[in-house]
């Protein structure tokens, strides 16, 4: 009787030729290049090809514009930088993100991620002006200023900009001498 090894076959001819493929639309190429831009520090947000600004929460494919071939992919991103972070690094950081997570997610090969800074957001240094305005109003004894919607970014850079140009008001003391004596 012949053993097992001895009824194989000699050389085994394997299928090389693929018979099926993956493939993925650009929205989904799109979303996750949104998700790891939008998790990097110092990215405020998307912003649309035209120039609308986007927050972090909104439609993350705005602001993502994807090339899909077979095997490889490109990305152009247009972000908005929150004020103070070096530009250059939450690019690259962007960059970097992108790329690891389409390649790890998606098997494809990006062969360029290219970002575009549309603007600078000015909320953290609004919001850190605006908290330290409301402390000294509430050590002054003065209740304080009710909450209020937020102001469109373009509007935001032009208050922090007027607040640095003006220059501090004059103590009490001065305002009451300039009054006169009283009756």
Known sequence: MASKKDNLPLTVDSDTEQTSSITYA????AIIAGVAAGEVEGIAGMCNISG???GKNRNITKGVKVEVGTEEASVDLYVI?????PIQKAAQDAQENV???IESMTGLHVVRVDVHVQGVSFEKENSALSAGAEKAV???GAPAAPEK??????EKA???AEQIADEPAPAPEAEHAQDGPEA
């Open 26 to 29: 650009s929205e989904v190429v």
């Open 99 to 101: 790329r690891k997570s």
């Open 81 to 85: 930088i929150e004020y103070g972070t």
């Open 149 to 154: 919607e937020p102001a469109p970014v373009e």
């Open 158 to 160: 032009d208050e922090a």
């Open 138 to 140: 509430l050590e002054a």
């Open 52 to 54: 609308g600004i986007l």
